[in-house]
């Protein structure tokens, strides 16, 4: 079973989201909370928010007028290691 497709269709359908509707309040995007709700960036304060993919992946994202800026986070999993 190839799963590609699904996911390609996920990205895109996240890209549409994002594009149109970015500051819409869902459970799968929402706006961060604590230190973390809101990033300056040129002089300017802006609302910082989440957009989250099925499986963990996230994508933190500002408006600034029309236009976002996006950065990409993926769930790290610590491995763990035997001390032998």
Known sequence: MDLKPTTLNGDVDAWDFLIR???EELEKNHQLKGPLATVTHRGGTF???????P????????VEGTLSAWSI???????????S
């Open 21 to 23: 509707t970015p500051l």
């Open 55 to 62: 499986g963990g992946a996230r994508i933190w994202f500002y």
């Open 47 to 53: 609302d910082r928010w989440q957009f989250e993919f």
């Open 73 to 83: 986070f993926t769930p790290v999993t610590p491995t763990r290691r035997n001390s």
